[in-house]
């Protein structure tokens, strides 16, 4: 059988009630704190048009959850942008930073977003890989290996989407060094830093001493407190590299909306017990499917962050397509095939942590009965 990954997309439109561990949205509700304040805010009739970079009350709670939580120190009057979700925050970015012909070294794989920006910036894409065998760590000397004179930017996802891999401190203390010594300015996305399992540390290269002028932080509400549909998002960064995409957001969507705005002041000022439950949960489901996952006989890089597995599947002897194709048209369960992140990643498939551990514990009898059905085993 030969399918291929458009095919798959649309059977998942045709299957709509399928258990999906396909988008990485929090299946949790937004915490209760956070929607009452949306609706004091539409109560009050605070819901009019604010500054272009974003409500000062939420440019300064920014600045206070980066001094506190990362040690990453901003003046909010001007070196903060509130976006529409963190997916604005990277398109402006990447708009306002990159000419045509710049280098930015990114590792692989990573969310494909940052790609489709980038080849509409006219800038040139420069894999640094990432394996199973280092649980897709990005490793510094093959990114100093991939600096050339046009490299202008370093991209940094950690927690990475799909690997769940993180930078261990020390690493980011070495990428920090190669980012001063070759004059390379860093972009680090943090929007999966609150999910890290087993002792596991996340450190912000933003923190790091002589990064603060070369790194724009990217952050966002919607994984660290379940709220993806709110669409807010954030960008921390030295003044010019503010007002280059602020400019651009103008002419794009004004200002994020307000209402989400003051709803995330009450995500970053008010209790955090919320995140530590979702981590907890997270954590909990993403041991139970490491243990199915080996069972059935995949193999994967230790996540170690994130929300995702991101599970090697050919001792299966499946292509990781055609089992996705065939986990959804036969056992009504949406897994995403490892090519959407990359044509190298073939033998892998990407299943989130994002369904209560009852439906993840029917995932896996599901995808235990294709695998039976048609493993060739190697
Ligand atoms: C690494 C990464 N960055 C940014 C985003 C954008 O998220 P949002 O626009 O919901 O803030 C995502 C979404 O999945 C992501 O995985």
């Known amino acids: 059988m030969t ?35 949306a609706k004091a805010a539409i109560d009050d009739g605070r819901t009019g048009p604010v500054e272009p970079t974003g409500l000062l009350e939420l440019r300064q709670a920014i600045g206070r959850k980066l001094a506190r939580d990362n040690g990453v120190l901003v003046d909010p009057q001007s070196e903060v942008l509130v976006t529409t979700g963190g997916q604005e925050a990277l398109f402006l970015l990447v708009q306002a930073l990159i000419e045509p012909g710049d280098e930015i070294i990114v590792p692989d794989p990573r ?7 980038i080849l509409l910036a006219g800038g ?37 989407n799909p690997t769940g891999g993180i930078n261990r401190p020390e690493t980011v203390r070495r990428l920090a060094e190669i980012a001063q ?36 932080t990217l952050n966002g509400m919607s994984k660290t407190y379940a709220m993806t549909g709110w669409r807010i998002g954030y960008l921390a960064a030295p003044a010019g590299f503010i007002r280059a995409a602020a400019s651009l957001k103008q002419m794009v ?9 003051w709803a995330s002041v009450a995500a970053l000022d008010g209790p955090q017990d919320c995140v530590e439950e979702m981590r907890r949960a997270y954590a909990t489901r993403r041991a139970y499917l490491m243990e199915a996952l080996s069972d059935l ?35 009504d369960v949406l897994i995403l095939p490892g090519v959407g992140f990359g044509e190298r990643w073939k033998d892998y498939v990407r299943i989130t942590l994002l369904q209560p551990l009852e439906q993840l514990e029917l995932v896996v009898e599901r ?12």
């Open 253 to 261: 969507n004004i200002q994020a909306p307000t209402v989400s705005q």
């Open 124 to 160: 040139r894409m420069v894999l640094a890989p990432t394996d199973e065998a280092h649980a897709f760590e990005l490793d510094p000397d093959e990114v100093e290996a991939r600096i050339t004179p046009r490299t202008k930017l370093l991209l940094l996802i950690s927690p990475n």
């Open 181 to 216: 010594e070759r004059d390379l300015i860093v972009i680090a996305d943090e929007i999966y830093e609150k999910f890290v399992y087993d002792g596991a540390q996340h450190l912000s290269i933003g923190s790091l001493p002589g990064m603060r002028e070369r790194t724009i």
């Open 297 to 331: 006989g995949f193999s994967f890089g230790t996540p170690w962050g994130g929300l995702y597995i991101w599970a090697n599947v050919s001792s299966c002897g499946i292509d990781a397509v055609e089992l996705s194709y065939r986990l959804l048209q036969e056992e």
């Open 111 to 117: 969310y494909t977003s940052y790609d489709d920006a």
């Open 367 to 378: 995808l235990g009965r294709v695998v039976e059905r048609y493993a060739v085993r190697k």
């Open 3 to 37: 399918v291929n990954i458009f095919e798959l997309m649309e059977l998942a439109k045709a299957k709509p009630n399928a258990i999906s561990l396909g988008l990485g949205d929090p299946d949790f509700a937004t915490p209760e704190h956070i929607v009452a304040a």
